[in-house]
């Protein structure tokens, strides 16, 4: 049995009590694999989470590559959904609005906006209707270190990943800095729950500024094959 896995992984600074544990998400997954994340977080003593605040229709559409998927039975596969409310811990989203959102998602060039607009609905229908469970995970996952294929699609599409990954991993940085300074003395655990793609910016930035390193890790089952 194969499958692909995501580490929860946590970090610590020298000299400091706070502990940050990174759970890089992938959207579609085992219903199993929300619970274990769930589970763990309920140990945390404060959760900064993923989420654009208010209604945005662009946000809407482009999460269509993993929801319509996800209504396949055959594929056996769910939304990521985890109650905050139900645990009962404080929550922070650092997150864009989705007037900011907008805004950004302006900037991104006519003609890129229209072939994104084009090949999401295509994509997410493709698997829903003929895609297996294996090619659609291993489509979704991220690897810790960038590959030919992210490279070149930044490269094409500059502005779509200002907007998606770089402004938001700015403000996800700035958030756990803050916390950091305020709070890093105290023996508290911090999970970050955001898309995997956001974890590098996140691992660079926080041993830049404080040196924190990765000291433990738990592999976590996405799904199997």
């Keep these: 049995m194969s499958g692909v896995r995501a580490a929860a992984i946590t970090l610590k600074a020298p000299d400091t009590a706070m502990r940050i544990i990174l759970f890089p998400m992938l959207h579609l997954g085992s219903a199993s694999y929300y619970q274990s994340v769930t589970a763990r977080l309920a140990d945390c003593d404060l959760i900064v989470a993923e989420g654009i605040a208010g209604t945005s229709v662009t946000a809407w559409a482009l999460t269509l590559a993993y929801r319509l998927p996800a209504r396949n039975r055959r594929l056996a596969l769910t939304v990521q959904g985890i109650d905050y409310a139900d645990l009962g811990i404080p929550v922070i989203r650092p997150d864009m609005t989705a007037r900011q959102f907008r805004e950004g998602w302006r900037s991104v060039p006519v003609l890129h906006r229209l072939a994104i607009w084009c090949l999401i609905p295509l994509f997410a229908l493709s698997f829903a209707l003929v895609g297996t469970r294996r090619t659609l995970i291993r489509h979704l996952g991220t690897e810790d270190l960038p590959n030919p294929a992210e490279a070149q699609a930044r490269q094409l599409l500059p502005q779509f990943h200002e907007v998606l990954l770089d402004h938001r991993d700015r403000l996800l940085t700035d958030c756990l800095a803050s916390i950091h300074d305020q709070r890093h003395s105290e023996d508290i655990d911090v999970a970050v729950v955001y898309g995997a793609g956001h974890m590098q910016a996140?691992?660079?930035?926080?041993?830049?500024?404080?040196?924190?390193?990765?000291?433990?890790?738990?592999?976590l089952t996405v799904a199997d094959f």
């Design 202 to 219: 996140v691992t660079h930035d926080l041993f830049r500024r404080y040196g924190y390193r990765p000291r433990t890790a738990e592999w």
